[in-house]
């Protein structure tokens, strides 16, 4: 059983930046795509972005230029690390894996591992 744990969220102005971390065990296939969704209140979860395993990546054009994923196989960990953040970032963070060799997806529902989620506020 894949189990996800992420960390690094918090509070903090407009304008600064963050990095978001998810440790990932329980892996019984080499081959996954990983993402970072978010989810404010009142809202749907959305995807923010996406890596597949030969590190290909993918971003929602609310966040592109500003964000950036990557991952440490060794430590089996994923990272987000968002820069000039706005107030309209502010969400619940989640980590979420699925084991697939190919094009990842943005699509919340072809995801079937999830971490906890660790909560963004950004004040303006």
């Known amino acids: 059983q894949v189990q996800l744990v992420e960390s690094g969220g918090g509070s903090l102005q407009a304008g600064g930046s963050l990095r978001l971390s998810c440790t990932a065990s329980?892996?019984?296939?080499?081959?996954?795509?990983m993402g970072w969704f978010r989810q404010a209140p009142g809202k749907q979860r959305e995807g923010v972005a996406v890596i597949d395993s030969d590190g290909r990546t993918s971003y929602a054009e609310s966040v592109k230029g500003r964000f950036t994923i990557s991952k440490d196989n060794a430590k089996n960990t994923l990272y987000l690390q968002m820069n000039s953040l706005k107030p309209e970032d502010s969400a619940m963070y989640y980590c979420?894996?699925?084991?697939?060799?190919?094009?990842?997806?943005?699509?919340?529902?072809?995801?079937?591992?999830w971490g906890q989620g660790t909560q963004v506020t950004v004040s303006s």
């Open positions: 979420a894996a699925n084991a697939w060799d190919g094009t990842c997806l943005f699509s919340v529902r072809w995801y079937n591992y």
């Open positions: 329980g892996y019984t296939y080499s081959r996954y795509c």
